[in-house]
């Protein structure tokens, strides 16, 4: 089942730039699906169109089966949480707790259950003994569980995420990850766009490469980011398991398996 299907979408800037070419493009339900570029590529000027921060200018978007559109806003919003590269952008309350809450305040949740729900996502993401400083004062990984919880905590079906790992370092993008394959084995789709096309490889099930605002391939990760040509059209370089089993028909995704394909090789 598709969850996002977007037809010749394109989209161009105040300023004259085409962000969009006639983009198409289908991405299947419940799945991390990797949105790949180098910068300009599109990336985010398509992310925007997922949960309505742009409107199409040309062509057609559907999410979760809502048409996207300026009558349809109110509706699609409520069903896909959207992170932004900086979660400065997002955090605007005096706690951690304030912001949290304040997607169920703003869209109508019963005040009694709304603590109950904000305790439970701060937990989820380990915030729970921050929930009273000011998001200033947070590191940039605790903002971007802060972030993210006030997006889970309204629950949506969909979540989009502009460079979810830029900035962290190992062990807060290793949780990171953990807490999103939870989100995503709960029966949620995601969506992301990064530069890492290690990680892209290793951890997306579906893979997005794009150039100058048109897609120039997308489907399996195995399948779009083995393909050496699509990848030098995109100026990015394949994974770094591709370029050391070059000759491996099935090659490893992960640090774990091409440990044991080199150990059982020995």
């Known amino acids: 089942m598709m969850s996002i299907q977007i037809t010749n979408l394109s989209y161009t800037y105040p300023d004259g730039t085409q962000g969009l070419k006639k983009v198409s493009l289908q991405l299947a339900e419940g799945k991390k699906t990797a949105i790949l570029g180098v910068n300009g590529s599109g990336k985010t000027t398509l992310l925007y169109h997922l949960n309505g921060t742009f409107l199409p200018q040309e062509g057609q978007v559907n999410v979760l089966g809502i048409t996207l559109g300026r009558k349809t806003l109110d509706k699609l919003r409520p069903q896909v949480g959207f992170l932004f590269d900086y979660p400065d952008h997002q955090l605007f309350a005096t706690s951690v707790a304030w912001d949290v809450a304040f997607g169920p305040r703003n869209f109508g949740t019963d005040p009694q259950e709304i603590d109950a729900l904000v305790q439970q996502a701060l937990q989820q993401v380990d915030m729970e003994t921050l929930q009273h400083k000011p998001p200033y004062q947070l590191s940039l990984g605790q ?124």
């Open 143 to 266: 903002k971007k569980r802060t972030a993210i919880a006030g997006i889970t905590v309204m629950e949506p079906p969909l979540l989009v995420c502009d460079e979810p790992f830029a900035g962290l370092d190992p062990n807060a993008s290793e949780h990171f990850q953990n807490m999103l394959d939870q989100w995503v084995r709960a029966g949620r789709t995601m969506v992301f766009s990064t530069h890492d096309i290690d990680l892209a490889y290793a951890w997306a099930d579906e893979a997005v490469v794009m150039s100058d605002g048109q897609v120039l391939a997308s489907g399996p990760v195995e399948q779009v980011l083995e393909e050496e040509e699509t990848l030098r059209a995109a100026k990015l370089k394949p994974p770094m398991l591709v370029q050391l089993f070059p000759h491996d028909t099935t090659k490893p995704r992960n640090i774990g398996e091409a440990l044991a394909r080199i150990k059982n090789n020995i």
